[in-house]
């Protein structure tokens, strides 16, 4: 560890017992043991009374905003799991999600003016130095421009981009030790959730990624009645500073506000997870920061989104699988939901499909049938994540966007309808995905794409034929050269494999003849030795002359 991170470390843990987060940690079973560390430090008996007036909610809250953008990330997540939370923690975590302390208006004032090269006033008819709000990354500004158009102007933090770096270092360390010494963590792959993690973040902080981000999806949902983008401004963007339309909205979590406008809470919920599948399936691109804070509701019931900081796309495959997924599931058809993890290679290739088929079921099977309300999608991820355990099923970092997309989906259904059906409102849709794409009319579409390429290569076409005769007949040319040099190396090697025989006969007898001949006293046995010695020499010579090799 550097010295920067032990400094850091420090930093958090006296965070944590500076508003009493500490003693809620030790007391959760897994560190129940080690609360006697508590009664060692000197901030527990130092202000212990003035924070036990604030509730746990609100220590928790001030914590993870001291502790940076990581934390306060982490804190806007859980506050739509309100079946994982209790009340009073998911009410204060929502503060999170537009609510964080803004900084100074002269530093958002010096920002901008820097990242202009000039005065916010040849910028601007007016711009007001009091945030309307202000997240962890950035905050926004009211503006209005020289031609009376009312724009919002968002401005990011300074100084922000070194304290993510400072805490993703600490991140990559926990990851890196996680992997080297707790196996189960290497199918979770650590190490890459944290890089994507970090992509995530630093690329949220170029602003000017954000307005393409969000002049793509304006495009991608141009007229429609379910979702509004508004507008980016580029003559006034840079990297730190974005200009966009000012909209008017209710925040989708004001759920007594809706209710007083009429707006239909139901329809409201239905349309959200149609948008959320035309995002990932019709576009392959989806808005990946879908907390509270971000959607708002237009009084004519259209949702208006904003921060695009943070988007997901997936590949032609991965959309194929999961909507094949999705409706092997709404099917029930767990044979199928099986098959498709194995050729996705989301599990390894000798997985037995009957197993994994019979533990999808047990899990799943409980879910359908039933509204949202009464789906427990805590117990169920807990359930699913055994069942990963035991299959070595790896994380896929491509989707740990969509995963969380997902969760913030199911907390805002919550929020808006308890008794959705969220399998039966997004059946019919990826139904209709799919006959689009497997369908006839999806073979002419594709088939009338590919005309203007197949047009443009067609004049090529005959030298690329002669092109592929002419590689094939210099590699028939090549392998029949090899061929003979192949026969050629066999044959040399049985030359000398004869040479070696002959050359260990002969060499042997004509010894044994040079051993006799140099014995002055032959044994009595051996009569006639100088006989015997001439018929070794004459037929180590023989041998010698028959098996040594003549030229081909």
């Known amino acids: 560890m550097r010295p920067g991170q032990i400094v850091r470390l420090f930093y958090i843990g006296w965070v944590l017992q500076k ?12 560190f129940r043991q080690l609360r006697f560390l508590v009664y060692l430090s000197p901030a527990y008996w130092v202000g212990r009374r003035d924070r036990l007036r604030l509730t746990r909610g609100v220590r928790i809250r001030q914590a993870l905003i001291d502790l940076g953008p990581l934390f306060v990330k982490f804190g806007q997540l859980l506050s739509t799991r309100r079946d994982l939370l209790p009340d009073d923690l998911a009410r204060e975590l929502a503060a999170l999600q537009d609510r964080v302390p803004p900084f100074a208006g002269r530093q958002a004032r010096a920002i901008a003016e820097r990242a202009y090269g000039t005065t916010l006033d040849t910028i601007f008819a ?9 997240a962890s990354i950035a905050q926004v500004h009211a503006a209005r421009l020289h031609d009376g158009s009312e724009v919002v102007v968002k401005i990011v933090r300074p100084d922000i981009e070194s304290t993510i770096r400072r805490d993703i270092g600490l991140l990559r360390l926990v990851a890196d030790n996680l992997q080297r010494y707790w196996p189960d963590a290497r199918r979770l792959r650590p190490r890459e959730l944290v890089d994507d993690y970090e992509r995530t973040l630093i690329d949220e902080l170029d602003l000017q990624r954000e307005a393409a981000n969000a002049s793509l999806l304006r495009r991608n949902f141009e007229d429609s009645p379910l979702l509004y983008i508004p507008a980016v401004h ?3 963007t840079r990297r730190e500073v974005m200009v966009m339309e000012r909209v008017h909205g ?8 809706l209710r007083a406008q009429r707006i239909d809470l139901k329809r409201l919920s239905e349309m959200g997870v149609e948008i959320f599948f035309s995002q990932v399936f019709r576009d392959s691109f989806f808005h990946a920061d879908m907390h509270p804070g971000n959607i708002f509701v237009s009084p004519e019931g259209q949702y208006i989104a904003v921060d695009f900081g943070i988007m997901g796309t997936l590949s032609r495959e991965d959309q194929r699988y999961l909507a094949e997924n999705f409706l092997a599931f709404f099917e029930r058809d767990y044979r199928r939901v099986a098959e498709l993890h194995v050729e996705s290679g989301w599990v390894p290739g000798g997985t037995r499909v009957e197993e994994f088929e019979a533990a ?12 949202l309300k009464d789906i427990s999608f805590g117990h169920l991820l807990l359930r699913l994540f055994q069942t990963a355990r035991r299959f070595n099923m790896e994380v896929q970092p491509q989707l740990v966007l969509l995963q969380k997309t997902l969760l913030n989906i199911e907390g805002l259904g919550r929020q808006l309808y308890p008794d959705l059906d969220l399998w039966q409102t997004a ?3 990826l139904e209709r995905w799919m006959e689009d794409q497997v369908g006839p009319a999806a073979f002419f579409r594709h088939l009338r794409e590919e005309l203007p390429r197949w047009a ?3 004049p090529h076409l005959p030298s690329l034929v002669h092109d592929v005769l002419e590689q094939q007949r210099r590699e028939r040319v090549g392998q029949a050269s090899q061929a003979d040099e192949l026969r050629k190396i066999r044959r040399d090697l049985r030359r000398y494999q004869r040479r070696a025989y002959a050359g260990a006969a002969g060499g042997a007898l004509m010894l044994s003849a040079a051993l006799l001949v140099g014995l002055g006293h032959p044994p009595p046995y051996v009569a006639q030795a100088p006989l015997l010695a001439w018929l070794l020499a004459l037929s180590g010579a023989l041998v010698l002359w028959i098996g040594w090799p003549r030229r081909d």
């Open 126 to 134: 007016e711009f007001s130095e009091e945030a309307l709000a202000s």
């Open 427 to 429: 059946k019919p849709y």
């Open 456 to 458: 443009e290569r067609l």
């Open 360 to 371: 999808i079921r047990t899990v799943c099977e409980p879910i359908f049938q039933r509204p």
């Open 234 to 236: 580029w003559p006034y």
């Open 250 to 257: 209710t925040p989708i979590s004001d759920v007594g506000a």
């Open 19 to 30: 508003h009493g987060v500490d003693e809620l940690l030790f007391a959760l079973p897994l």
